[in-house]
T-cell receptor
């Protein structure tokens, strides 16, 4: 049972445009959400997070939006740069998974110059 | 120097062999985790440890065991490797935060191939 889902395996965007990566979850006990970025031959690196008491969190070019009623979060990257090309994972924590993260399948983002 | 290191970075082995993957961290974190990554499946938790005396199974612990030798060291063993254990393996660490909202920090990964 996949509790965190990223339904788009890949996304292709032109440099300078907006990238929107989506993530859905089913466990209503999740109350903390994170996005990780992963380059080939490297481990995932933390990008941005959001608590369920907020609906938006911004850090430079990266903004995460949380819609609790829809159990949906999204990561916006504006403007997209070729160096943003990577695999992006969303992850969730909370409830009985205290201290643990449940990851989505990942979305491969390619930003074309 | 990297905060979370994993050895080896790459390993090719044969079915039935015993394999140990090692993880060390200099972040001073109490919590450590082992994940595997397979294409299309994301990262799945194998084992986790919230302190030196605490070991817990994750969602896919069958065929694996772990040892927490010290706060800084957490090793993963495959007692008798099989081909479907071919994957990327990641170690991660975290420090407990209020409400369980830990941010985990990952090592560079070990690519394991079982022939």
């Amino acid at each position: 049972d996949q509790q965190v889902k990223q339904n788009s395996p890949s996304l292709s965007v032109q440099e300078g445009r907006i990238s929107i990566l989506n993530c859905d979850y089913t466990n209503s006990m999740f109350d903390y959400f994170l996005w990780y970025k992963k380059y080939p031959a490297e481990g995932p690196t933390f990008l941005i997070s959001i608590s369920s008491i907020k609906d938006k969190n911004e850090d430079g070019r990266f903004t995460v939006f949380l819609n609790k009623s829809a159990k949906h979060l999204s990561l916006h990257i504006v403007p997209s740069q070729p160096g943003d090309s990577a695999v992006y994972f969303c992850a969730a924590a909370g409830g009985t998974s205290y201290g643990k993260l449940t990851f989505g399948q990942g979305t491969i983002l390619t930003v074309h110059p | 120097d990297a905060d979370v290191t994993q050895t080896p970075r790459n390993r090719i082995t044969k079915t039935g062999k015993r394999i140990m993957l090692e993880c060390s961290q200099t972040k001073g974190h109490d919590r450590m985790y082992w994940y595997r990554q397979d294409p299309g499946l994301g990262l799945r938790l194998i084992y986790y440890s919230f302190d030196v005396k605490d070991i817990n199974k994750g969602e896919i612990s069958d065929g694996y065991s772990v040892s927490r030798q010290a706060q800084a060291k957490f090793s993963l063993s495959l007692e008798s490797a099989i081909p479907n254990q071919t994957a990327l393996y990641f170690c991660a660490t975290s420090e407990p935060r209020a409400g369980g909202s830990d941010t985990q920090y990952f090592g560079p990964g070990t690519r394991l191939t079982v022939l």
